[in-house]
Each structure stands twice: as structure tokens, then as C-alpha cells.
Nanobody, 128 residues
Framework: QVQLVESGGGLVQDGDSLRLSCTAS????????MGWFRQAQGKEREFVAA????????YYADSVKGRFTISRDNAKNTVYLQMNSLKPEDTAVYYC?????????????????????WGQGTQVTVSS
């Protein structure tokens, strides 16, 4: 069993920053990519950012490009999401995901179906 545990969510004000962390534990698996998704109340889950574990290539949704940064620490089995200049529309439950599915060199891992392991989510609320 693979567990992904997110932390770092909270209540912040418009313009503030937060850093989310996600640590993988449990059964060893071949980690091809990790990503962050979010789901606002009443809306579908959407892609935020992804990182290919080996190459370190990163991909972002247009809505967060330039404000959010995804990174990883191989030794700690942890992926981070640094979120700057937060806006009220960033309010959502943020989910960490991991993929052991190799889909080819350069594949961006931007879809929910690309991932086979998910965390429980952490709430991020940005007040105006």
C-alpha cells in the first residue's frame, strides 16, 4: 500500500504564500511523476502542477504559472508546492498524486487519469 500525506494547508489572506508538502510512504513503487490537483467546492478536480521525478521537468496550469512552483526532494520522498501571491480563487482542497505509469518521454502528466495514487487532500483557504 502506498500512502501520500499532504500538509501545509491553512487560512491565509489575499497575496500571502503557503508551501504544501506531500510525503510518500509504504510500499516501494516506481515513481514516474508526482502532481498537485485541486478541487474547489462545487467544481471538478483540476490540474495544478506536475513534476517528472527523474528528469525534474515541471508543468503548470495556466492559472498558477508564475505564482506556484513544484519541486521534489528525492531523499525525503517528498514533493512540494510553493504557492505565492495567493488569490481567493485559489481556495480549494489540494490533492497530491503519484504516478507509476510510464507514458513516454516528455509526457506531461496533467490529467487525473495519469495518476494511480492519491492523498487525502489539504484545505487551502484564501480570504479577500
Amino acid at each position: 500500500q502506498v500512502q501520500l500525506v499532504e500538509s501545509g494547508g491553512g487560512l491565509v489572506q489575499d497575496g500571502d504564500s503557503l508551501r504544501l508538502s506531500c510525503t510518500a510512504s509504504g510500499r516501494t513503487f516506481s515513481r514516474v511523476a508526482m502532481g498537485w490537483f485541486r478541487q474547489a467546492q462545487g467544481k471538478e478536480r483540476e490540474f495544478v502542477a506536475a513534476i517528472r521525478w527523474s528528469a525534474g521537468s515541471t508543468y503548470y496550469a495556466d492559472s498558477v504559472k508564475g505564482r506556484f512552483t513544484i519541486s521534489r526532494d528525492n531523499a525525503k520522498n517528498t514533493v512540494y508546492l510553493q504557492m505565492n501571491s495567493l488569490k481567493p480563487e485559489d481556495t480549494a482542497v489540494y490533492y497530491c498524486a503519484a504516478s507509476s505509469i510510464y507514458s513516454g518521454q516528455g509526457y506531461r502528466y496533467m490529467s487525473i487519469s495519469d495518476y494511480n495514487y492519491w492523498g487525502q487532500g489539504t484545505q487551502v483557504t484564501v480570504s479577500s
